[in-house]
């Protein structure tokens, strides 16, 4: 088993729409979860982060946390073209330093 | 701040060679790490160091990767003998110290380096 699964998509939602991408992670003692953006050809950079469950926002970002489910979603309110990009999740262990990357989803945007 | 700042920015060299790639981290930042990503497995960490002490090699394929981190502004990814397998697109990121004396939230990758080996 993965240490994080992503579907790898793509998925593809209209412009002004709610974009929905999920995680899934299996090492139950992971405490902390991050949401990277990777356009195309680029490096990844730092959406959000999150400890706690329950949601977490960031202007038109929200990350959702369910420990007991190991599930960590990111949702995109009134998605734009410029959000067109792979979206990676990420977990990091409790008492560890480094990060665990799923695959990634892409997402498209259409305008 | 000039980022990350990696070392070719691409590469193409042929089976057998040695390949290095080469990082500066953010000044400041104590902890580096170095990924590979590919289209099957994505990014995957290879070792990481702190305060220029590699912390967890566990990540490194085999015996042909090896990384050196001489100094706080500086560190090498080397792969001797390189094999088309090889090929992929290798990231350093740094992150600062958090208060509870891990790496703070955030890593700042650098641009990568595409490395293509025939």
């Known amino acids: 088993q993965k240490e994080v699964e992503q579907n790898s998509g793509p998925l593809s939602v209209p412009e002004g729409a709610i974009a929905s991408l999920n995680c899934t992670y299996s090492?139950?003692?992971?405490?902390?979860f991050f949401w990277y953006r990777q356009y195309s050809g680029k490096s990844p950079e730092l959406i959000m982060f999150?400890?706690?469950?329950g949601d977490k926002e960031d202007g038109r970002f929200t990350a959702q946390l369910n420990k007991a489910s190991q599930y960590v979603s990111l949702l995109i309110r009134d998605s734009q073209p410029s959000d067109s990009a792979t979206y990676l999740c990420?977990?990091?262990?409790?008492?560890?330093?480094?990060?665990?990357f799923g695959t990634g989803t892409r997402l498209t945007v259409i305008p | 701040d000039a980022g990350v700042i990696q070392s070719p920015r691409h590469e193409v060299t042929e089976m057998g060679q040695e390949v290095t790639l080469r990082c500066k981290p953010i000044?400041?930042?104590?902890?580096l790490f170095w990924y590979r990503q590919t289209m099957m497995r994505g990014l995957e960490l290879l070792i990481y160091?702190?305060?220029?002490?590699?912390?967890?090699d566990s990540g490194m394929p085999e015996d042909r990767f090896s990384a050196k981190m001489p100094n706080a502004s500086f560190s090498t990814l080397k792969i001797q003998p390189s094999e088309p397998r090889d090929s992929a697109v290798y990231f350093c990121?740094?992150?600062?110290?958090?208060?509870?004396?891990?790496?703070?939230?955030?890593?700042?990758f650098g641009p990568g380096t595409r490395l293509l080996v025939l």
């Open positions: 160091f702190n305060n220029n002490v590699p912390i967890d």
């Open positions: 990121a740094s992150s600062s110290p958090g208060l509870a004396g891990g790496p703070r939230e955030t890593q700042y």
């Open positions: 000044s400041g930042h104590d902890y």
């Open positions: 999150i400890y706690s469950n």
């Open positions: 990420a977990v990091m262990r409790s008492g560890a330093n480094n990060l665990f």
């Open positions: 090492d139950r003692g992971s405490q902390s």
